[in-house]
């Protein structure tokens, strides 16, 4: 490979390219009108406009890249994530247009998008999952009878889907045709698919992941997991790995059943395998998401890979160098998503201009960002401003790095999840590890976080005030250099 387009934009299209261009490799930055000034265009050796700001306009018009590729004599394309990555017809077309798709093959991708068929395929493997229906349902009727034997509450949850689009809780019979309505009809606007299935809701579960990498010669690895427990809208917003509640044994197995799904569907690349797990340790297969995850930076600083690395390596016919008893745990790493968004208002998009904007530099501190001081965050794409990532020989060290690094990252001109983040930190039930994915639900006090930014407000005025009463005690001549 001599030349790599990034079809994606923002921090993981810069992250993504800075390891290509380690590997003394060409990059090829794509961009929307709103997008051409932004630090990945500038970053590229190479850069293509590529139509208006909405995404389906410029980033999801896969034929458009394609052809604007091969003008640049590109030899493959890594998808990042989000908008094509988990597309396979992009990814067919990628193959059958003479370059390399940087991540699993289209029929891979193809089954695992289809939750349906993904349960069908893992089924064979007799690893453990939710109780529920293997096929598609519209019928109000079939769906009662479905839930009434399966037992309330009830998840239901789009075919296509993802990214809690499509998903509805059920907790009695008579809410059971509202939402189904509500489900099929998400499910249709977000994925052009209105297939749903049903269920069983646990309760109070953990949503636990674990990282695979699969090369082209039969050889997949796990690279342990990853907690991703902390979620709002049911969208992950902290993730740590390892998790705080798994022993070795457990690990081992579950990463042994991470294996055997990307084994169902002869898996090449990086993916990860979702877990549900319910307070007594059991544990379900959720899905498997056919791309590089936005947390895959907690799993490098514990295994010490760099996993866009290994992909390329994979997508160009290596083998994979590792063995899985040579991998070991390396202390911990905790993740925190610095979206513009209002935790004290259910976490709405909080869009406009970073007037300030300064990341925290320090050991064991990383930064995965897309803007700089004075760019706007623009409406039509995710608002994730970066990604903050923490290291510590141990959870608590993580913790408290994370704590200072929130500290000393400054933004202005947009609300940011930053607080949400310190507030977590500071909880007792993360600090304990005894949490769930209802965390937001059970411990999250606005009023709490409330006070805390008037407590923050008051030390910065003090501080602002002695300073002033000591610049007044300065010595000051005329027309001479301050003296202090």
């Known amino acids: 490979m001599k030349k790599i387009l990034v079809a994606n934009r923002g921090e993981i299209a810069l992250r993504i390219m800075k390891t290509i261009k380690r590997m003394g490799i060409g990059t090829v930055a794509v961009y929307s009108t709103i997008d051409r000034n932004a630090p990945h265009v500038k970053f590229a050796d190479e850069a293509i406009h590529i139509g208006d700001n909405p995404s389906n306009r410029s980033y999801l018009l896969g034929d458009h890249i394609i052809s604007e590729a091969k003008k640049l004599k590109v030899d493959a394309i890594h998808p990042g994530y989000g908008f094509l990555s988990e597309n396979a017809a992009f990814a067919a077309a990628v193959e059958k247009n003479k370059m390399i798709f940087i991540g699993p093959e289209a ?6 998008g289809d939750k349906l068929a993904a349960k069908k395929a893992v089924k064979e493997y007799n690893i453990p999952m939710v109780p529920g229906t293997d096929k598609a349902l519209t019928d109000p009727d079939k769906a009662k009878a479905l839930a009434l034997d399966i037992g309330y509450p009830i998840l239901i949850k789009a075919a296509a889907g993802g990214g809690g689009k499509g998903m509805r809780v059920v907790k009695k019979p008579e809410d059971l045709d509202e939402q189904l309505k509500r489900a099929i009809s998400e499910a249709l606007s977000s994925f052009g698919d209105g297939s749903v299935f049903i269920e069983k809701y ?44 798994l022993g070795s044994e457990l690990r081992a197995k579950m990463g042994e059943a991470a294996i055997k799904v990307a084994r169902s569907c002869n898996y090449r690349g990086a993916g990860t395998v979702e877990f549900l797990m319910d307070e007594d340790l059991n544990f379900y297969f959720l899905e498997m998401n056919t791309r590089l995850q936005v947390e895959h930076p907690v799993t490098e600083y514990i295994t010490g ?20 008893n040579e ?20 976490f709405l998009p909080n869009m406009g201009t ?18 700089e001081e004075g760019m706007e965050i623009p409406i039509h794409y995710d608002p994730m401003i970066s990604k903050l990532i ?3 020989k141990d959870r ?73 009463l000591k610049d007044r005690t300065i010595l000051r001549l005329p027309n001479e250099p301050q003296i202090q």
């Open 327 to 346: 991998l070991n745990l390396q202390g911990h790493a905790l993740e925190l998503r610095v979206y513009a968004e209002d935790p004290l208002h259910d």
């Open 107 to 112: 029929a891979s991708i193809s089954m695992m």
């Open 354 to 371: 970073l007037s300030k904007y300064k990341v925290p530099v320090g050991e064991h501190i990383r930064v995965d960002d897309g803007y």
């Open 305 to 324: 890979l760099d996993l866009v690395e290994e992909q390329i390596k994979i997508a160009r016919g290596e083998k994979l160098n590792l063995e899985q």
């Open 390 to 392: 923490t290291y510590g």
């Open 202 to 245: 646990i309760s109070s579960p953990r949503h636990i992941e674990f990282q695979v990498l699969a090369d082209t010669h039969g050889k997949v690895l796990h690279l342990f997991e990853r907690e991703c427990s902390i979620q709002r809208r049911h969208q992950k917003i902290v993730e740590e790995a390892p998790s705080a509640i």
């Open 396 to 468: 608590d060290e993580a913790i408290q790095n994370m704590i200072q690094a929130i500290d000393n990252y400054i933004i202005e001109g947009v609300t940011t999840t930053l607080s949400f983040g310190k507030y977590v930190c500071r909880h007792h039930a993360f600090q304990s590890g005894n949490f769930d994915t209802h965390f937001i639900e059970k411990h999250y006090d606005t009023e709490a976080l409330k006070e805390a930014f008037e407590k923050e407000a008051q030390v910065a005025g003090l501080l602002a005030l002695k300073l002033y």
